[in-house]
């Protein structure tokens, strides 16, 4: 069975051909990059060692699938070679420990977290934590309902069943207080498929936007707002950066350059994949995630709505990754309180924007 997620443009020239490539030769991104490209990446799914490389250690906060689409653009192509870097990713997942812990144990040098109340929490007990930047301005987070009965705003939330697991409960109750509203639902406990949802034991599925909407979609031939409805947290007044890169503060007075150069590859990675999401869903499918057992179309599918979380106006004036720190100590840490977070750092300590300023040196792209 695979394994899914719960609640959780100018090109260059490189670019260009290497799409291209992909593309007109019609088989998997494995195979069209095997050679010099792939040389680059170790079966582990780790840019090959070498003697005069900087080994950067990378935990992840999931397994490794479609989140990190463009980490595996960038080591599939050699771009972190190309940065004279060896990069170990570490899977995560439901039986791993949680990337803070990873690099607070000096286990890892940079962490990959999709959830910002977690990482925050860590830096308020004393972990000197900083965030170099976000690849999705928006959490994919979010709740799926059938079109017949749909939510669509926190007042629709009144009275409902909803579907999912234990720790959706401060976020749903964050979603009643910010908007006003008596808190007045029941938590049904159930895994991450959409069956649940569609045998109507619940109103609404706890749901990451990337995948239960994707499944409705392609295995059950439903249409987005025609037969289901799909709203992010955002969109209920819960805003939240997610796949965050962070490091602690002595790894960036010591190697900061090494920061730099794997950013720089990194974006390079997660520009191609706004691109065209196809290769790296590719990847993923054959070979970082082989034995997740994914679909193809459904990675392919997912990317494409991932990408829409990648972009806002900040992005698009300074360049992608970019944090802004009033919409964290704002909106952001609004939602936090609301879900009875009370320690939380000082926003303007939390981010590093020194590393992407050097990447871009002005510029939007790479």
């Known amino acids: 069975m695979p394994i899914t997620r719960s609640s959780r443009q100018n090109e260059t020239a490189q670019t260009w051909s290497r799409r291209r490539l992909l593309k007109s030769a019609g088989v998997t ?3 069209v990059l095997g ?9 582990a799914g780790s840019s090959q060692a070498s003697p005069s490389k900087d080994k950067v250690r990378v935990s992840l906060g999931w397994l490794k699938d479609l989140e990190f689409a463009g980490f595996w653009n960038a080591d599939a192509a050699g771009y972190y070679a190309e940065e004279n870097l060896s990069v170990e990713f570490q899977g995560g997942g439901p039986n791993t420990p949680d990337t803070t812990s990873l690099l607070a144990n000096g286990q890892a040098d940079i962490g990959v977290h999709a959830n910002m109340q977690i990482l925050l929490q860590a830096i308020a007990r004393g972990n000197d934590f900083k965030m170099v930047g976000a690849a999705l301005q928006t959490n994919p987070g979010g709740l799926l309902s059938l079109a017949s009965d749909p939510v669509r705003e926190p007042k629709d939330l009144a009275g409902a069943k909803v579907l999912g697991q234990a720790g959706a409960k401060p976020q749903l109750n964050a979603i009643f207080e910010l908007a006003g509203l008596k808190r007045d639902y029941e938590l049904v406990p159930v895994g991450s498929t959409v069956d649940p949802l569609l045998k109507k034991r619940g109103k609404v599925l706890t749901c990451y936007m990337t995948g239960q909407p994707v499944a409705l979609e392609l295995k059950h031939k439903m249409k987005p707002d025609k037969d289901f409805v799909a709203v992010t947290y955002e969109e209920l007044g819960l805003p939240a950066y997610a796949t965050i890169v962070y490091c602690k503060q002595g790894f960036l007075k010591e190697r900061g350059d090494v920061m730099e150069r794997f950013m720089r590859a990194t974006i390079r990675g997660w520009q ?28 392919i599918r997912g990317n494409e709505i991932q990408n829409t979380f990648m972009e806002n106006e900040l992005t698009r004036q300074k360049g992608l990754f970019r944090m802004d720190v009033e919409r964290l100590s704002g909106p952001m840490y609004a939602g936090l309180r609301a879900a009875g977070i009370k320690d939380l750092p000082d926003p303007d300590k939390v981010v590093d924007a020194g590393v992407l300023d050097a990447v871009y040196r002005g510029r939007t792209r790479l």
């Not at 050679?35 to 079966?43: E, I, K, N, R, V």
């Not at 691109?275 to 790296?280: G, Q, S, T, W, Y």
């Not at 070979?287 to 679909?295: E, F, M, R, V, W």
């Open 29 to 31: 991104g494995a195979a």
């Open 35 to 43: 050679g010099g490209l792939l040389s680059a990446c170790s079966d």
């Open 272 to 299: 191609e994949n706004l691109e065209d999401p196809e290769p790296a869903a590719r990847l993923v499918v054959d070979k970082y995630g082989a034995d997740l057992g994914l679909d193809l179309n459904e990675q």
